[in-house]
């Protein structure tokens, strides 16, 4: 398969990064097409562990290219911390192109998105305050400003001036907050440019290239399905298209090019965040995953809510992706219980429904059905490197996981390690 999308099935922390970059040393290209640095990859190389933002997974090969789209927001200051993060640990950055279509994230983004949240009140959708949504808006209004603008400095600075200006005006009427310092943005963000110009390129070009080239193509998803902004629990969710639809507007590709989608699924659900969750935890059970799993988040810290697999979801997002293979991740966080639960349905009304609601009225309303399986044992699941030597009951599991998704189990992962990751078909 010379084109394949990695993307979550769920409220996104499925763990996209380890497997990005375990399929990554097939690939050539790796693509992130949506989001910004409100991503958070961590992923585990030998030793070491490295923490994403923006940059793609694949950047840990020195001979593939690491892309970040047009679909993708971008905060130069982030991407030049995160530059310099990975080149003090001693890995090279010179494999990175960037769109030039690409929108750019500005301080006067991340300043509204804070004032936004604060004025939400216990309204709040749980923004990372990164400045994501506004800019998503401005590029919607038709008043952002992309990387291609960094090649003429003049007008860059005209458009940036009008921008901050206009914002500065939001800021002190609508708020009531301090103004941005107008000069010493100019000033930041004309040195940001110089510096990132020699990463930014016309991407679409290069990826339509390499496919016709038949050279691997291998997309990478930010966030996940529920978080989409038409499909996702609205209005708690990302400002962009996790989903594999996202991938073409998203990298300048056609939608016939893309001929894979692999959906990565927690063997539990969590979320972070605001929102209806059916499946979640609030008991000792919930700590125990969240503890077990480290469920944290790798952008913010917080802690992420736990729950039971949801396969209601699961099913929801096979259909709306298209998924032809699933990556089950964290398998081992579930070791040592002695019963496990999946949902399979949801009780509305005396009823049992089985397709996810648009309103999150109706989500709120509804309560899982589960369906009882037998657990193993931490034990049984040390040291285990291969699918056939997995505890009965975990492959029993997995079995049931296959058949409410209608989509195979193709990659189970029972650590964070590239070793401790089993390939059941070749996807790429």
Same mark, same amino acid.
């Given at each position: 398969m010379s084109t394949l999308v990695v993307l979550g099935a769920q409220?996104? #922390? !499925?763990?996209?990064?380890?497997?990005? #970059?375990?399929?990554? !040393?097939?690939?050539d290209l790796v693509v992130r097409y949506?989001?910004?640095?409100?991503?958070? *990859? +961590?992923?585990?190389?030998?030793?070491?562990?490295?923490?994403? *933002? $923006? =940059?793609? &997974?694949?950047?840990?090969?020195?001979?593939? $290219? &690491? =892309? =970040?789209? /047009?679909?993708?927001?971008v905060n130069p200051k982030a991407l030049l911390e995160e530059i310099k993060y990975l080149n003090e640990l001693g890995v090279s +950055? #010179? /494999?990175? %192109?960037? &769109?030039?279509?690409?929108?750019? =994230?500005?301080?006067? *983004?991340? %300043?509204i998105d804070q004032l936004e949240e604060k004025k939400r009140g216990k309204d709040k959708i749980g923004t990372t305050t990164k400045g994501i949504g506004p800019c998503y808006k401005d590029k919607v209004e038709r008043i952002g400003i992309r990387l291609c603008d960094l090649f003429y400095e003049e007008e860059f600075e005209e458009r940036l001036r009008r921008n901050i200006r206009l914002k500065n005006e939001i800021i002190q009427k609508v708020y009531q907050e301090e103004v941005l310092n107008e000069e010493e943005i100019i000033k930041e963000y004309i040195s940001y440019g110089r510096q990132i110009k020699k990463y930014i390129v016309d991407t679409s070009v290069l990826i339509n290239e390499s496919i016709e080239q038949?050279?691997?193509?291998?997309?990478?998803?930010?966030?996940? +399905? $529920?978080l989409d902004i038409d499909f996702g629990t609205y209005p708690y969710l990302t400002s962009s298209h996790p989903i594999s639809g996202g991938v073409p507007v998203g990298t300048g590709i056609s939608p016939f090019q893309l001929k894979g989608a692999l959906g990565v699924v927690k063997a539990y659900t969590t979320r972070v965040g605001e929102g209806p969750f059916p499946t979640e935890l609030l008991d000792e059970t919930g700590d125990l995953i969240r503890e077990k799993g480290f469920e944290f988040g790798t952008t913010t810290g917080r802690p992420r809510r736990c729950g039971w697999l949801d396969g209601v979801m699961l099913k929801y997002a096979s259909r709306l992706n298209g998924l032809t293979s699933l990556a089950i991740t964290k398998l081992d966080t579930l070791a040592g219980f002695d019963k496990l639960k999946i949902c399979t349905g949801y009780e509305l009304n005396g009823e049992i429904i089985r397709d996810f609601p648009a309103s999150l009225t109706t989500l709120g309303k509804c309560s899982p059905v589960y369906e009882e399986l037998d657990g193993w044992s931490e034990e049984e699941i040390l040291g285990v490197t291969s699918f056939d030597q997995l505890p009965e009951n975990a492959k029993k599991y997995i079995q049931r996981i296959e058949e409410l998704s209608g989509v195979n189990v193709d990659i189970v992962s029972i650590g964070p390690k590239r070793s401790e990751t089993m390939i059941r078909r070749d996807i790429l």
């Open positions: 409220w996104g #922390d !499925e763990g996209k990064g380890k497997i990005t #970059d375990y399929l990554a !040393e097939e690939a949506q989001g910004g640095d409100n991503a958070g *990859h +961590t992923v585990e190389v030998g030793d070491n562990k490295y923490k994403l *933002h $923006l =940059i793609p &997974s694949g950047i840990f090969y020195k001979d593939k $290219l &690491s =892309i =970040i789209g /047009n679909g993708v927001v +950055t #010179d /494999n990175l %192109r960037i &769109s030039d279509r690409a929108h750019m =994230i500005l301080p006067y *983004h991340i %300043r038949g050279k691997k193509v291998l997309f990478e998803g930010a966030q996940g +399905t $529920l």
